[in-house]
């Protein structure tokens, strides 16, 4: 749960870094992600204890509110979930 909670986060951070980020990816070119990921994650990992890197790279402590707005995102219209 932990992993995918960092996951979340990050992955909010780098579309705010990566402006175009999906539309990368529907073109098949995942090389501006590779690269944030290597500077900002894999670069730093052994500098960092897991809050610390989180906190380091999106401004923020660990929080489930990425991991809780991802899955809304995704599963809202399946499920027929109303905001609020």
Request: glycine share 10%; net charge neutral.
């Amino acid at each position: 749960a932990l992993g995918n909670m960092h996951a979340a986060q990050y992955w909010t951070q780098a579309q705010k870094d990566l402006p175009g980020l999906l539309d990368d990816f529907s073109n098949g070119k995942f090389d501006r992600l590779f690269c944030w990921l290597g500077e900002k994650i894999h670069g730093q990992g052994a500098r960092y204890y897991a809050a610390d890197l989180c906190k380091h790279v999106t401004g923020k402590p660990l929080s489930h509110r990425p991991l809780i707005e991802y899955l809304y995102d995704k599963y809202a219209d399946i499920y027929g979930i109303s905001p609020g």
